[in-house]
Nanobody, 124 residues
Framework: QVQLVESGGGLVQAGGSLRLACAAS?????????MGWFRQAPGKERDFVAA????????YYADSVKGRFTISRDNVKNTVYLQMNSLKPEDTAVYYC????????????????WGQGSQVTVSS
């Protein structure tokens, strides 16, 4: 079992930045989990944003955020981050952190554990 707690969401103007954090607690070594960030806007499906391998050497990004968002992790602090720059109104959504005890993937259905979500609102 893994418990995930997101923080760092909020309201920001277009062009601004936010950093989300996701703290994990588990009986297993944090580095054995691939981590992902997903987002869900009202009335829409939950979409992939970014993912990172357990060792942090492999990262994936959705085309819509490539060059603006950066995923990273600190395996000592058991935390994964999502740095979001040049934010746009269309980035507005609830952002979810997710974990899987396997290799990194973009597929939302393959993640086993989920956080409660953090609201990000970008005003124009």
């Amino acid at each position: 079992q893994v418990q995930l707690v997101e923080s760092g969401g909020g309201l920001v103007q277009a062009g601004g930045s936010l950093r989300l954090a996701c703290a994990a607690s588990s009986g297993r070594t944090f580095s054995s989990y691939a981590m992902g960030w997903f987002r869900q806007a009202p009335g829409k499906e939950r979409d992939f944003v970014a993912a990172i391998s357990g060792g942090g050497t492999i990262t994936y990004y959705a085309d819509s955020v490539k060059g603006r968002f950066t995923i990273s992790r600190d395996n000592v602090k058991n935390t994964v981050y999502l740095q979001m720059n040049s934010l746009k109104p269309e980035d507005t959504a609830v952002y979810y952190c997710a974990a899987r005890h396997a290799s990194v993937t973009r597929n939302v259905g393959e993640y086993e554990y989920w956080g409660q979500g953090s609201q990000v609102t970008v005003s124009s």
